[in-house]
C-alpha cells in the first residue's frame, strides 16, 4: 500500500485534517500558573494550526533558509513543535529532532553532519545549546517557542554571533511576506530521526514523506475495515511519547490526517494521568515501561486492600483471563463491580491503547485488555522502518506475537537454523 491518492504529501495530509475538522479542536495545551497549577486545555482549530504553520514555515523562508536545508527541532512535546515540523514540510524544509538523551558528542555529531543553521527550540532547552562543548559552528538562528527569551540565552548568542527570535516573531515576518505552500515530492526526506545503534554515534534515519504517509495509510485501512482502531474527527489522542522518536511521529502523523484532536501533556509524566483525566482521550499510546508500572500499581492496590475486596479482585481477574482466551473481553458483573473504576483511570473513554517499542509482558497485557474494556494493540517496528511493521489486530486476545504485517510493508521471512535439543 502506498499514500493515499488524495494526500501527495504531509502538508497535504494536514490540510486534509482540516477538510474533515476545520473548525474542530486540532492542538491542545494546558496553561499553568505561577503556583504550578494547570488549568484546562486550550485549543487551536485545524484553520489556526494551517495558517500557523504556514507563518513559521514562510518565516524560515525570510531567514534565507533554502528548500532542502535542515531545521532542529529541540523541546518536548507541544503545540509549536508540530507547528514548527509542518512549517517545515509546507515548503519542503527537512525537520531534525534533537533530545537530552543523546548526548552532547551526539547532538554535536548531529549539528555537524546536517549542518542545520536554525534550531528551533524552548525557553528550557535554549540555555543548553550555549553550553560550551557544544559547536554551534552552522547554526545562525536559534527560535525560542516562548514570548520570553532567557538572558543566558541572549548573553550566548551575542558571544556566538547567532540571532535569536523568537517564534512569534518568526510568525509575523512569515505572515508579512506570503509565498505557495512548495511542499516536494512524495519521495524527498522529510525529517532525519537520530537513533542510538548498537554501538558509536546515533545513526541518522532518513525518512520520506511517503514512507510517513504510507505507514499512516495501512493503519487507516486496516482500522477502515473493523480491523483495528479507525481514527477520526471526535477521537482525541494524547501526545506524550517523544515526538523526536519515529512512533510518536508515525501517530501523529494519522492522526492530523484523520481530523482528530492532539493535546499534549504538561511535559512531566508523574502528571500524566492527570492530564488524561482532564482530557479524556479515546486512544493512548504508550510504551512497555508506563504500562507495567500502571498494571503493578493496581495489583498491588487490590493486593493490600486484603480481605473480600482482595478476593473479589483475583476471581474478576481469573474469570476474565479464561474469557479471554476464548475471545470475550467483556462481563456482565465483574465490569460493573471492578473494572469500571479502573477504567476511569485513563478518563473511561479509551478505545483503544497501542503498545510498542519493546515486548510487553503477556500478564500486563491480558490484564490491560480486561482491566480498561478495550482493545490492546501491540506493534512491532523501528525508526528505519518508519515505525509500524506489524501490529495485533481486533479480537486477537492471544500474547507473545506483534500480529500481522501492516500493509505497507514487504517482510522477508527467512528460515533460521535452530539447534537440536536432546
Not at 223 to 245: F, M, N, V
Request: proline content about 5%.
Amino acid at each position: 500500500m502506498n499514500a493515499r491518492p488524495d494526500v501527495p504529501s504531509l502538508w497535504a495530509n494536514l490540510l486534509r485534517g482540516q477538510s474533515l475538522n476545520a473548525d474542530g479542536d486540532c492542538l491542545g495545551w494546558r496553561t499553568v500558573d505561577a503556583e504550578g497549577k494547570a488549568g484546562p486545555y486550550q485549543w487551536l482549530t485545524y484553520t489556526q494550526t494551517v495558517n500557523r504553520a504556514r507563518n513559521v514555515g514562510q518565516g524560515l523562508l525570510t531567514l534565507g533558509i533554502q528548500k532542502g536545508a535542515n531545521v532542529g527541532i529541540y523541546a518536548i512535546n507541544r503545540p509549536e513543535w508540530v507547528l514548527t515540523d509542518y512549517g517545515c514540510c509546507a515548503y519542503g524544509l527537512v525537520s531534525v529532532p534533537l533530545y537530552d538523551t543523546l548526548g552532547l558528542e551526539a547532538i554535536n555529531h548531529i549539528l555537524d553532519q546536517t549542518e542545520m543553521t536554525v534550531i528551533v527550540t524552548s525557553k528550557q532547552k535554549a540555555p543548553s545549546l550555549f553550553n560550551p562543548a557544544i559547536h554551534l559552528r552552522h547554526v545562525k538562528h536559534i527560535i525560542v517557542m516562548d514570548d520570553a527569551v532567557p538572558d543566558a540565552v541572549r548573553e550566548g548568542a551575542a558571544q556566538t554571533n547567532v540571532q535569536v527570535l523568537t517564534l512569534a516573531e518568526l510568525e509575523r515576518a512569515g505572515e508579512q511576506n506570503p509565498v505557495e505552500p512548495s511542499p516536494g515530492e512524495l519521495d524527498d526526506v522529510a525529517t532525519i530521526m537520530y537513533t542510538s545503534g548498537t554501538t558509536g554515534l546515533p545513526k541518522g534515519a532518513m525518512i520520506t514523506s511517503r514512507n510517513l504517509l504510507a505507514d499512516a495509510a495501512g493503519v487507516d485501512w486496516l482500522g477502515s475495515r473493523g480491523l483495528c482502531l479507525h481514527l477520526q474527527k471526535g477521537d482525541i489522542h494524547i501526545s506524550y511519547l517523544p515526538l523526536a522518536h519515529v512512533m510518536e511521529r508515525m501517530i501523529m502523523t494519522y492522526s492530523l490526517g484523520a481530523g482528530t484532536s492532539v493535546g499534549f501533556y504538561q511535559g512531566d509524566t508523574l502528571k500524566l494521568l492527570d492530564d488524561i483525566a482532564v482530557l479524556k482521550p479515546t486512544f493512548f499510546a504508550s510504551v512497555p515501561r508506563l504500562l507495567n508500572r500502571i498494571y503493578a500499581k493496581i495489583t498491588a492496590a487490590a493486593e493490600s486492600a486484603g480481605g473480600i475486596k482482595a478476593w473479589l479482585f483475583n476471581m474478576a481477574v481469573a474469570s476474565k483471563t479464561a474469557g479471554l482466551r476464548n475471545g470475550i473481553r467483556y462481563h456482565w458483573l465483574w465490569d460493573r463491580l471492578i473494572f469500571n473504576g479502573i477504567k476511569e483511570r485513563l478518563g473511561g473513554r479509551v478505545r483503544g491503547i497501542l503498545t510498542g517499542s519493546a515486548p510487553i509482558s503477556p500478564a500486563a497485557l491480558d490484564f490491560l485488555r480486561m482491566a480498561f474494556l478495550c482493545e490492546v494493540y501491540e506493534g512491532y517496528g523501528q525508526t528505519e522502518s518508519t515505525a509500524g511493521s506489524a501490529l495485533t489486530l481486533n479480537g486477537d486476545y492471544d500474547s507473545g506475537h506483534v500480529g500481522v504485517p501492516v500493509p505497507c510493508n514487504e517482510i522477508k521471512l527467512v528460515d533460521v537454523p535452530g539447534k537440536r535439543t536432546t
